[in-house]
């Protein structure tokens, strides 16, 4: 059974900082590249960031590059997602998931149906 735990939500007001963490067990995460996505209060879930199974290669939705990093530590078989500048309209429930496929490296980082296992998301919210 894979499952997926992210924690490190919570309220911070705009132009702060928050570290969100995934922990996976039931499933070596080496081997499988690993996204965030949120939920944004009445609207659809969309893509955030990706981390591909190859060190160093990360895919990002153009409105967090330069403000969020999506990182790993294999070893602790957990993936992050490092906020900062935060905004109000980053204000959302926060979830991770992993690749369907081992050693993926298509273009397909932003479509949910290609991750297989979720987390039940944490809460970001941010104040003006």
């Known amino acids: 059974q894979v499952q997926l735990v992210e924690s490190g939500g919570g309220l911070v007001q705009a132009g702060g900082s928050l570290r969100l963490s995934c922990a996976a067990s039931?499933?070596?995460?080496?081997?499988?590249?690993m996204g965030w996505f949120r939920q944004l209060p009445g609207k659809e879930r969309e893509f955030v960031a990706a981390i591909s199974w190859r060190a160093g290669i990360t895919y990002y939705k153009d409105s967090v590059k330069g403000r969020f990093t999506v990182s790993r530590d294999n070893a602790k078989n957990t993936v992050f997602l490092q906020m900062n500048s935060l905004k109000p309209e980053d204000t959302a429930v926060y979830y991770c998931?992993?690749?369907?496929?081992?050693?993926?490296?298509?273009?397909?980082?932003?479509?949910?149906?290609?991750?297989?296992?979720w987390g039940q998301g944490t809460q970001v919210t941010v104040s003006s």
């Open positions: 039931g499933r070596a995460i080496s081997t499988y590249g």
């Open positions: 998931a992993t690749k369907r496929s081992r050693f993926y490296s298509g273009p397909l980082w932003q479509i949910e149906s290609e991750y297989d296992y």
